[in-house]
């Protein structure tokens, strides 16, 4: 049988969009207190996290607006990635990428994560073309 929708480790991208934002205001959120950071900035996974959580959960309560949703959060998923490429900003200079470790591993973090989130989304919507083509 033919799958209906894409899916990565068994989960639908409404989910994993859900997940992934959850993660970038939990990590937001322990970092933030592990440092005890009196900053911002520290809270801009977050400020990423909640929107990208919410439209995944949008996006399941109103199918008949998820394509227009699922675009709203890969252009937010692509916000983190390019949020993260701050982290080479740092390569080569005299204290590095760490020179603040925690603000180095966010950036590093959310660097990854955004290129992997970005990846599945286009991925999904590759699955997503092929299918109404068919």
């Not at 049988?1 to 990565?8: G, N, P, T």
């Not at 660097?111 to 286009?122: Q, R, V």
């Given at each position: 049988?033919?799958?209906?929708?894409?899916?990565?480790i068994?989960?639908?991208?409404?989910?994993?969009?859900?997940?992934?934002?959850?993660?970038?205001?939990a990590?937001?959120?322990?970092?933030?207190?592990?440092?005890n950071s009196g900053?911002?900035?520290?809270?801009?996974?977050?400020?990423?996290?909640l929107?990208?959580?919410?439209?995944?959960?949008?996006?399941?309560?109103?199918p008949?607006?998820?394509?227009?949703?699922?675009?709203?959060?890969?252009?937010?998923?692509l916000?983190?990635?390019?949020g993260?490429?701050?982290?080479?900003?740092?390569?080569?200079?005299?204290g590095?990428?760490?020179?603040?470790?925690?603000?180095?591993?966010?950036?590093?973090?959310m660097?990854?994560?955004?290129?992997?989130?970005?990846?599945?989304?286009?991925m999904?919507f590759?699955?997503?073309?092929?299918?109404?083509?068919?």
């Open positions: 049988m033919a799958q209906k929708e894409f899916e990565f068994g989960q639908t991208m409404e989910k994993i969009t859900i997940y992934f934002g959850l993660f970038l205001t990590w937001a959120i322990l970092m933030t207190l592990a440092v900053s911002i900035t520290s809270m801009i996974p977050a400020m990423l996290g929107p990208i959580a919410l439209n995944g959960f949008f996006a399941i309560q109103i008949n607006k998820k394509k227009l949703i699922m675009h709203i959060v890969v252009i937010l998923g916000i983190v990635f390019l993260g490429l701050d982290f080479l900003r740092g390569v080569g200079s005299d590095g990428p760490f020179s603040n470790p925690w603000a180095g591993a966010s950036k590093l973090m660097l990854i994560t955004g290129a992997g989130f970005c990846y599945l989304c286009i999904s590759i699955f997503t073309r092929k299918k109404r083509i068919q």
